[in-house]
């Protein structure tokens, strides 16, 4: 049994490993890179929308909550 034993190579495949462990390491790189440079932070002045950091609902005029108010009294009338 021992005639028929064959050894087995375990070093393919490493050149393919570690060109994809560098592409992943490359890409958080270049990612981090382009947040560093171009992120701005909510509160910032300088952000187009002036600084606030409302959410959607301050870009376009009252809160959410202003606008569920009517809607609540014309159900409790009925």
Known sequence: ???GRKEANFS???GIAT???A???GAFVLAGTIKSRTYIHPTDPSRP???TSHGPAAEHGAPA???AAPAAEGAAKH
């Open 1 to 3: 049994m021992a005639a």
């Open 12 to 14: 393919q495949g490493w």
């Open 19 to 21: 060109f994809i462990t």
């Open 23 to 25: 592409l992943a390491v």
């Open 49 to 51: 929308n002036g600084g």
């Open 65 to 67: 909550g202003d606008h």
